[in-house]
């Protein structure tokens, strides 16, 4: 299976900074079916990009989903608080789908 | 809006079983299918398996192969989710998700919706 390490584990940021997370696979992501999640402390995950670098229903263009291959990123341009959460990424090109471990983006 | 409520939170005793339903409105049941996913508590998320609402059909991750059992009924538009012979490593939030079906009648893998999660706890 497809192993998604994901870095940093946490980032310390202040609104209107800039946010880069990194998802790496350990093999090529097929048709970089690549997506990322949003989760809030006791609430579901909330997807935000799919395909790599399409926004789902709903996501503010100020997050971006770029990458292909074995490696993805995700930009947030402007923290705003609703944007402090844990991110995942998740690839969906190889059963069984598999996640990253999470970045968690915490206010400095 | 598209919604999947599931139901409450469950504690079972070790090699007990337990059953998650969660029930999808808002959109049309059979044309799309549910994964699950579970989260141990403070850890990230797990993909478990998935059924097609329309075909039956499932895909299941190995490490739930001959423990689960993932089921629909259209008639109420609810899927339902069955892990037996629980240990305390079960223990975590379960979720399910709404998820296509490919043109191979497998799960297409991109979770869009969400249920707002079930806790089972495992305990003696």
């Known amino acids: 299976e497809i192993v998604l390490t994901q870095s940093p584990g946490t980032l310390s940021l202040s609104p209107g900074d800039r946010a880069t997370l990194s998802c790496r696979a350990s093999q090529s992501v097929r048709s970089n079916q690549l997506a990322w999640y949003q989760q809030k402390p006791g609430q579901a995950p909330r997807l935000l990009i799919y395909g790599a670098s399409s926004w789902a229903t709903g996501t503010p263009d100020r997050i971006r989903g770029s990458g292909s291959g074995t490696d993805f990123t995700l930009t947030i341009s402007r923290l705003e608080p609703e944007d402090f959460a844990i991110y995942y990424c998740q690839q969906y090109g190889s059963s069984p789908w598999t996640f990253g471990q999470g970045t968690k983006v915490e206010i400095k | 809006q598209v919604q999947l409520v599931q139901s409450g939170a469950e504690v079972k005793k070790p090699g007990a079983s337990v059953k998650v339903s969660c029930k999808g409105s808002g959109y049309t049941f059979t044309s799309y299918g549910i994964s699950w996913v579970r989260q141990a508590p403070g850890h990230g998320l797990e993909w478990m398996g998935w059924?097609?609402?329309?075909?039956?059909?499932?895909n299941l991750a190995q490490k739930f192969q001959g423990r689960v059992t993932m089921t629909t009924d259209t008639s109420t538009s609810t899927a339902y989710m069955e892990l037996r012979s629980l240990r305390s490593g079960d223990t975590a939030v379960y979720y399910c998700a709404r998820d296509s079906e490919d043109y191979g009648g497998n799960s297409e893998g991109l979770l869009d919706y969400w249920g707002q999660g079930t806790l089972v706890t495992v305990s003696s």
């Open positions: 059924i097609s609402a329309y075909s039956d059909n499932r």
